[in-house]
């Protein structure tokens, strides 16, 4: 179960998460769940239609509701995962068998701070960092590979997603402002799996949309020597390692996420990032690997 962080939007967190769930899916044959968990609702509208959301939204069939349920214990709870969950989702093909999606809504905006004091609303028996874990317990085992698209932010409904994964990935733009809350995530997730009495390892760092240019690859080259600012100091917070494949700009990309586009190949959707998403899934699934070991 891997999240996807960065503090920062724009960088291609959602795409990388999409393209590595679609590719473990389609490529190599796993059977994959991708849960949006960003209130910009970005990874659903790239694998279903806007349609096809709006109607999930209306039926309390997304990730807005299971928390909704636990807002208001005094009412009966709509949110059901098998309902909720949709089926041989993606641009690829109209359709990726193996890939299913437990969708996100723009109405965990205004959820998401409240989340925090579920207990002060009644609720006294639900943790607010156990509710995505609790509900998923029916269906995980249907699953090889989850992928979580966490919101840019390390709040509960981040850590409800970090609660549940055994890695993390942080997609970036090789430049300063991107990379600035590297060190902030990691920190807090350390700290987050020091509390919950679990190891959540950085797999690494994916560098994204990079281009050309001295700036990109002045950052990649210190990401690569691990020195990205503030890690090291004092000896105790190792920066994360960059991972091997770098996920080049292309317009092809942006193009891949309109989901009427009649879109058949990975290459017809991803262009030339395509080899480096490939090596990307490859790279992670080893990861993964090692890890269990």
Known sequence: MLSFINLKGGVGKT???VAVAEMLAQEQRKHVLLIDLDPQTNATVTLISEEKWAEMDKDGRTIAQLFEDRLNPQNAPKF???KAIARRVSTI?????RLDLLPSSIRLIDLQD???MIALSGNFTAN????LRSALQPVIDRYDYIIIDCPPSL???TKNGLRISTGYVIPTIPDIVSTWGIYQIVDNVARFAADIGRAIPALGIVATKVQANNLHARV???LRAQRLGRFGEGGTLPQPPLLTNTIPQTVAVARGADVDADIRTFKGKYGAAYDALHGLTQELM???EVKKR
């Open 128 to 131: 607010p960092l156990e509710i």
């Open 155 to 157: 709040g509960t409904v």
């Open 80 to 82: 059901d995962i098998e």
């Open 93 to 97: 093909n109209d359709g990726i068998a």
């Open 15 to 17: 795409t990388t998460a």
């Open 220 to 222: 990649i080259e210190d």
């Open 114 to 116: 409240r989340i925090p």
């Open 286 to 288: 080893q990861k993964c």
